[in-house]
């Protein structure tokens, strides 16, 4: 009696193996080399705080410049969650947030920054990540700092 459960669990755990694994999507990521990349390649057009996340979401690096205040840390981080989350630059986001009545409280959302310094990344047509910079002299300029580092690594902030 004591070795049929196990002769029983033994053949149940065969038989499951024996079904194919479904075809599950293959996605391009962002790895943390590459986040370092984009997060150097900023820091050398602007003095700032950089933040790289993922596709998911994940913080995969921060980086702050000497001398730029620690509020510009979590900007970045959030800025890039704007940019992710809608697949949208920030500040694109935050003009068309602005303009739209349905859509004016977006900026009660916590993890949400509706300013310009926050761009998705986009591996080809596939969104692969989201940077943000934050204290490189205003929301333009933030801007412009993280669009050039993501084209000077060949990733691009617009489909």
């Known amino acids: 009696m004591i070795f ?11 038989a499951g193996s024996a079904l194919a694994a479904p075809e599950l999507p293959r996605h391009a990521e962002l790895d943390l080399a590459t986040a370092r990349q984009l997060a150097d390649a900023s820091l050398a057009q602007c003095t ?7 596709r998911g979401g994940n913080l995969l690096v921060t980086l702050r410049a000497d ?3 620690p509020h510009n840390t979590v900007a970045s981080q959030r800025k ?3 940019a992710l989350s809608s697949k949208t630059p ?4 935050a003009e068309r947030a602005r303009n739209n009545p349905e859509a004016a409280n977006l900026n009660t959302l916590p993890e949400l920054l509706l300013l310009g310094g926050g761009i998705p ?13 934050a204290g490189a002299g205003g929301a333009a300029q933030d801007e412009e700092c993280a669009l050039k ?9 617009v489909l």
Not at 149 to 157: D, E, F, K, P, V
């Open 90 to 93: 920030s500040r694109l986001f």
């Open 149 to 157: 580092a993501a084209q000077n690594i060949g990733l691009r902030a």
């Open 80 to 82: 890039a969650y704007t």
């Open 67 to 69: 001398g730029v205040g």
């Open 121 to 133: 990344l986009f591996a080809g047509s596939e969104l692969v990540g989201a940077m943000g910079i």
């Open 48 to 54: 700032a705080v950089v933040s790289v996340l993922d």
């Open 4 to 14: 049929k459960p196990l002769v029983l669990s033994i053949g149940l755990g065969l």
